[in-house]
Nanobody, 128 residues
Framework: VQLQASGGGLVQPGGSLRLSCTAS????????IGWFRQAPGKEREGVSC????????YYADPAKGRFAMSRDNAKNTVWLQMSRLKPEDTAVYYC??????????????????????WGQGTLVTVSS
């Protein structure tokens, strides 16, 4: 059972990247998926999340209007499309999964401690 995050890299300010998160060993459609990031010297913070039943994702303020989260349960994969990237977006990005079947909670109501499975992280560096 694991999550595999990928797609990070070096990008110039204003550029775009698409991160992927693929699950193996469990069905992603039973889980809410969150994207988190941890910048050097800072605590890990939530970026975006989405339940399988959600029409749209939740975004933390830094991600609003620039990031777009999507998921394809058939492919057991979630993506985070990041646009208009800024140097302050530099961080290791993690995807994580929390079991959400039968839950009426908004995905934004889950704390980091609620997430059971975590990907290994992928580094995004925004620099000229």
């Amino acid at each position: 059972v694991q999550l595999q995050a990928s797609g990070g890299g070096l990008v110039q300010p204003g550029g775009s990247l698409r991160l992927s998160c693929t699950a193996s060993g469990f069905r992603l459609d039973n889980y809410a998926i969150g994207w988190f990031r941890q910048a050097p010297g800072k605590e890990r913070e939530g970026v975006s999340c989405m339940k399988s039943s959600d029409v749209s994702a939740y975004y933390a303020d830094p991600a609003k209007g620039r990031f777009a989260m999507s998921r394809d349960n058939a492919k057991n994969t979630v993506w985070l499309q990041m646009s208009r990237l800024k140097p302050e977006d530099t961080a290791v990005y993690y995807c994580a999964a929390v079991y959400a079947v039968g839950s009426n909670s908004y995905c934004s109501g889950y704390g980091q401690g609620d997430y059971k499975y975590w990907g290994q992280g992928t580094l995004v560096t925004v620099s000229s």
